[in-house]
């Protein structure tokens, strides 16, 4: 998400008055860059740890919103930028939802490459013996998930811990298989949003907080409950 935000903040420096549509374009592109980075990332430093993935894509995130943030206040462009550094759906109106329509044929795609993306995470050689494209699979994911992330952001804004804790907590209850998966997912991810969303609107009534605050709280908490329990798991092991 947050080269996400920095596509947008570039669309904006750039082209102050483009479309809509010309930000996604700019934040599906940084998304996609951004994600084969980090992936090549993970890839040179062999990491031995899974936990260490998120935790790695947390700082590299940190480093890319400290980088936007420092853009944005050179060139004054912190209030244009601030509606994507929270998420907010106040700022969702007409001819600007829309867009999430895009993210239904990638789900559709998602779903019909669910198999063999839970082969991929079984890893690179096993992939390839089953006669698979491992990098083809890699290139295919990472373009799926770096364009709905754009999406998200260009509409609603940035939704901390919401692609971290939800699809950790269905691979520990549901297992890693891909297709039955997803549906929990969007499912416990939607109820997620919603009671973040009520709770935001009921604490300081009549007045409103960002979604991304009050999932940001949650998020955090869940994320180091989640934490502490593999590590317990880990030493009784």
């Not at 062999?46 to 400290?66: N, Q, R, T, Y």
């Not at 990472?142 to 907590?169: C, E, Q, R």
């Amino acid at each position: 998400m947050e080269w996400a935000k920095l596509g947008i903040l570039i669309a904006l420096l750039f082209f102050p008055t483009g479309h809509i549509l010309l930000k996604l374009v700019f934040a599906v592109i940084c998304s996609i860059c951004g994600t084969f980075l980090f992936v090549k990332i993970i890839d040179f430093i062999k990491v031995k740890d899974v936990i260490f993935v998120p935790l790695l894509g947390i700082m590299m995130g940190g480093i890319v919103a400290s980088f936007t943030t420092f853009i944005s206040l050179r060139t004054n462009a912190v209030q244009s930028i601030g509606n994507w550094l929270n998420g907010n759906f106040a700022i969702i109106t007409s001819g600007r939802y829309e867009i999430l329509y895009l993210s239904i044929p990638l789900l559709a795609l998602t779903y019909l490459f669910a198999n063999h993306f839970t082969i991929v995470g079984m890893g690179k050689d096993f992939t390839n013996n089953l006669g698979l494209s491992y990098e083809k699979l890699i290139n295919i994911a990472l373009f799926i998930t770096a364009t709905i992330t754009a999406l998200v952001v260009v509409t609603v804004g940035t939704l901390p811990f919401l692609g971290l804790v939800i699809p950790n907590i269905i691979s520990i209850y549901r297992g890693d298989h891909l297709k039955n998966a997803i549906p929990h997912t969007m499912m416990l991810g939607a109820i997620f949003v919603l009671f973040s969303d009520i709770v935001g609107r009921i604490v300081v009534y009549p007045y409103e907080i960002n979604i991304g605050l009050t999932i940001g709280v949650f998020g955090t908490i869940i994320f180091l409950i989640l934490l502490m329990k593999g590590r317990k798991n880990y030493a009784q092991q």
